[in-house]
């Protein structure tokens, strides 16, 4: 069992060849990244604000996976919180091989009537915290050889849809240019553009989604799978499953209008 941090420092142990640091890992599909690594040999360093949920699930995992398991209590919209992440991507002693920027949440409502203090914070987390934790982590990577970065995006970024889908957005077009520039130093970096997911992304948010069709939603455990599969190959863009990657293509397409009044039946 890993021992209690002290907040925001990690509790550190020896890692195998290829660790992972997971942001919001306790959690949808930050919690089936670090269970399917973890079944894979990956040795992970786990990052949430809940520190209970984490030190219990960080315990289950090296439990269940015989493979060491680091945590980290932060709160990725704080500086604290970004800069005891970024210490431990940057440390070279300790290689971190993959990156997976997951934390991160939704708002209801438009922009214009929300608290302007939340739609900053909401901002933060969605661009300024992956990009911060993507810089430590490929200064590092560079330095070592190489690594993975997977930024969790969302098919949203395709879609002219209120802040959230602008945030994606900025996340996608940096995973295809860093993909494509930090290629020659053995790094590959790719955003995960999921459509609705079965996780507490919605229910926290306090979203109604009993009228969505049951074919419109994936399992976390195909989203996480095909995303591992797709940095493996290098792609810069992961689209679970053929039905959102026909509706991302389409959103790409048609007309601004057409997409956003067809994006507002999935609210």
Known sequence: MPSTPQHPEAHFTTHPAYTALITGATAGLGAEFARQLASRGHGLVLVARNGERLEAFAGDLAARYAVPVETIRADL???????AVSRRL????????????????G???????????RELEHLRIHTETPLALAHAALGAMSTLGGGKIINVASVAAFTPRGTYSAAKALLVNFSRWANLYYRDRGITVTALCPGLVRTEFHERMQMNTKGIPSWAWLEADHVVSVALTDANAGKSVSVPSTRYKLASAFARLAPDALVERLARLGR
Do not use: H, K, Q, S
Not at 90 to 105: E, F, I, Q, S, W
Not at 107 to 117: P, S, T, V
């Open 107 to 117: 708002l209801r409502g438009n922009f214009a009537d929300n608290d302007l203090a």
């Open 77 to 83: 919209v704080t500086d604290e919180g970004i800069e």
């Open 90 to 105: 940057a440390d070279l002693d300790r290689p971190v091989t993959m990156l997976v920027n997951n934390a991160g949440y």
